[in-house]
């Protein structure tokens, strides 16, 4: 099995521009989930999706975030427009249950 | 009061030591807990589950769950280097809802 997979795996943009971050989590997982970590406030959720549906998307810092989920293959999160205090290793992980999370390898978002 | 705390600073072992971590939930209701190791500029990784009180063995990785004193350990027998990593604790609170709460993590250093 191929694992969840994330692109890009690292970006590097300037404040103001769009940024869309893109998931493909394991094949028959009905779980996915969306977490941004940075040194000072460790791993936080950010939204997760049951069945493609969205379930909580609480941790989303603002509107400037969205996410998406057109099937269950595939998934976006999008920062428009992108500032400086974006900047951290976002991660999507997918779940087969309620239990184990299984983390794709993460992408490292740089904004100037 | 957090969801998930791991308080202790970084802990630096001897080879062939034991590491030991503490980590404590704030929701009595927890159902499932799980100790994630991630190696610096790498993503979580799965590496033990526990969902019933007393211990959970895998190998040199022992879990520890208490759920009547909501806290959960990891030890590590016999450490080696390549142990060397921060470890995430994270909580299931179950009912239904399969968002996973994670402790800032441990971080271990095994010494030769």
């Known amino acids: 099995d191929a694992g969840v997979i994330q692109s890009p795996r690292h970006e590097v943009t300037e404040m103001g521009q769009e940024v869309t971050l893109r998931c493909k989590p394991i094949?028959?997982?009905?779980?996915l989930f969306w977490y941004r970590q940075t040194m000072m406030r460790g791993l936080e959720l950010l939204i997760y999706?049951?069945?493609?549906?969205?379930?909580?998307d609480s941790g989303m810092p603002e509107d400037r975030f969205s996410a998406k989920m057109p099937n269950a293959s595939f998934s976006t999160l999008k920062i428009q427009p992108s500032e400086p205090r974006d900047s951290a290793v976002y991660f999507c992980?997918?779940?087969?249950?309620?239990?184990?999370?299984?983390f794709g390898p993460g992408t490292r978002l740089t904004v100037l | 009061q957090k969801e998930v705390e791991q308080n202790s600073g970084p802990l630096s072992v001897p080879e062939g030591a034991i590491a030991s971590l503490n980590c404590t939930y704030s929701?009595?209701?927890?159902?499932?807990f799980f100790w994630y190791r991630q190696y610096s500029g790498k993503s979580p990784e799965l590496i033990m589950s526990?969902?019933?009180?007393g211990d959970k063995e895998d190998g040199r990785f022992t879990a520890q769950l208490n759920k009547a004193s909501q806290y959960v350990s990891l030890l590590i027998r016999d450490s080696q280097p390549s142990d060397s990593a921060t470890y995430l604790c994270?909580?299931?609170?179950?009912?239904?809802?399969?968002?996973?709460?994670f402790g800032k993590g441990n971080q271990v250093v095994v010494i030769p």
């Open positions: 094949s028959g997982h009905n779980s």
């Open positions: 992980a997918s779940s087969p249950s309620y239990n184990e999370q299984f």
């Open positions: 994270a909580v299931n609170a179950g009912r239904g809802n399969n968002r996973l709460a």
């Open positions: 929701d009595r209701g927890s159902q499932s």
């Open positions: 526990i969902y019933s009180n």
């Open positions: 999706f049951n069945n493609n549906v969205p379930i909580d």
